[in-house]
C-alpha cells in the first residue's frame, strides 16, 4: 500500500511540475511577444505577480486609476497619506506611460501588498539614442514582508526586458540610501559604479549616462534641481528635496545588507542628515541575468533551473548567431544595413 501512495504523489508531483512549467511556458512567450508587456504570473503560494508596461498609454482611464489605487493603498502602509507626490504617484498619464509597474497581490482577495515602478529614460551615450531602465521604488506592506518577495521585486522585470530585446545587455540605474538595495544592485548587475568592493570602475560610459540622468530625468527619482552631484563619486547631495522627503531616512533605521563591507560604504559615502543618494548605474547582461536566476530566485524553483540552462545554452552556442542575423540593430562594429530615422 506504502508504494502504491507513493507512485500517487509522484505523480501528482509531476502533473503539478507540469503545469508549473506551461505557466511559466506562456508567460515568458506572451513577455517576448507583446509590443507592450501585460502579464499575469502566479509567483508565490497565494499570490500573483502582474507587470504593466507604460499603463499610461496601454490602459483605459479607469484602469489606470484602479492601479494608481493599488499603488497608493501599498504605499499608505509604510507612508503618511499622500506624502508622496512624484513618479507613479501622481497618476499623470505622462509619468506613468514611462513606468513599468510590477505589482503583487493576495490571490484570493486580489489585496495588493508589494510593487516595484521601474521608469525608462531616454539618454544619449556617445551621440546615439539609448534608453536606461531606472529600477524605481519598491514598497511592500509591513504585514507581508519577511515572504520572499524580493527576488520578484527587484529582478524579474529586467529579467524579462532583457529577454525580450534578444537578449542584448541594458543599461540599468538606482538611486538610494539604503544599503540592502546598493548591495543587492551590486551582487545581481555588472559593471555596476559605484560597487561597494569596487567591482567595476567608472567608465566614460557610466559618466555619460550620471550627467544625462541628473541633467533630464531627476523628475523620476524625486530630486529637486538644487540638489547637488558628485561625478567623481555619483553622490547626490541633499536629495530630498523633489517631492520624495517622506522616504529619507537615517543610517541607524535604513535597512542593511548582510555584507557588513556594503553598510560600512553608505556611512562613509552618504550624509545621511543632510539626506544623501547615490547614483548607481550598470547593465543586466547575461552574466548578470544567471547571477540572479542562481542567486535570487528560489533554488527549488524548475522553471529558474531550466531558465539558467537556457541562458548557457544561448551564450555558448545560440545568441552570436542570432545577434550577427539580425541586420536591423548594431552588433558592436557591426551597423545595421538600414538605418531609420
Not at 503539478?16 to 511559466?24: M, P, V
Request: with cysteine; glycine share 8%; proline share 5%.
Amino acid at each position: 500500500m506504502a508504494s502504491v501512495g507513493s507512485g500517487i504523489n509522484a505523480r501528482i508531483r509531476i502533473r503539478s511540475a507540469i503545469r508549473r512549467l506551461r505557466g511559466h511556458a506562456g508567460f515568458w512567450l506572451n513577455a517576448l511577444s507583446q509590443s507592450t508587456i501585460d502579464l499575469t504570473l502566479r509567483t508565490h503560494s497565494g499570490m500573483t505577480t502582474r507587470i504593466v508596461e507604460s499603463p499610461g498609454a496601454s490602459l483605459s482611464q479607469a484602469e489606470l486609476d484602479a492601479l494608481v489605487s493599488q499603488l497608493r493603498a501599498v504605499a499608505g502602509k509604510t507612508l503618511p497619506n499622500d506624502s508622496l507626490r512624484y513618479g507613479v504617484f501622481s497618476g499623470e498619464r505622462d509619468a506613468m506611460a514611462r513606468a513599468i509597474v510590477t505589482l503583487i497581490c493576495e490571490e484570493t482577495t486580489g489585496r495588493p501588498i508589494a510593487f516595484n515602478a521601474l521608469s525608462m529614460m531616454d539618454v544619449e551615450l556617445d551621440g546615439e539614442p539609448t534608453s536606461v531602465t531606472h529600477l524605481g521604488l519598491v514598497m511592500v506592506d509591513p504585514d507581508a514582508q519577511g515572504q520572499g518577495l524580493s527576488w520578484v521585486l527587484y529582478g524579474l522585470t529586467a529579467l524579462v526586458l532583457f529577454a525580450r530585446d534578444g537578449l542584448r545587455p541594458k543599461w540599468i540605474s538606482n538611486v538610494t540610501q539604503v544599503p540592502a538595495v546598493v548591495g543587492m544592485v551590486s551582487e545581481t548587475f555588472s559593471d555596476v559604479f559605484p560597487s561597494p568592493h569596487g567591482a567595476a570602475r567608472q567608465s566614460f560610459a557610466h559618466l555619460q549616462l550620471a550627467r544625462a540622468i541628473m541633467r533630464r530625468h531627476r523628475a523620476v527619482f524625486g530630486v529637486g534641481p538644487e540638489a547637488g552631484f558628485d561625478e567623481a563619486c555619483f553622490v547626490i547631495r541633499d536629495a530630498y528635496t523633489g517631492g520624495s522627503d517622506a522616504l529619507k531616512k537615517s543610517f541607524a533605521t535604513a535597512p542593511k545588507h548582510r555584507d557588513e563591507a556594503t553598510n560600512a560604504f553608505c556611512a562613509r559615502e552618504l550624509d545621511y542628515s543632510r539626506g544623501d543618494d547615490v547614483l548607481q548605474i550598470g547593465r543586466i547582461d547575461l552574466a548578470g541575468a544567471r547571477r540572479y536566476l542562481l542567486s535570487e530566485v528560489p533554488h527549488g524553483s524548475l522553471p529558474a533551473l531550466l531558465a539558467t540552462a537556457g541562458m548557457l545554452a544561448l551564450q555558448r552556442l545560440v545568441l552570436p548567431v542570432f545577434h550577427w542575423l539580425d541586420d536591423t540593430r548594431p552588433f558592436g562594429t557591426l551597423q545595421p544595413r538600414i538605418h531609420r530615422p
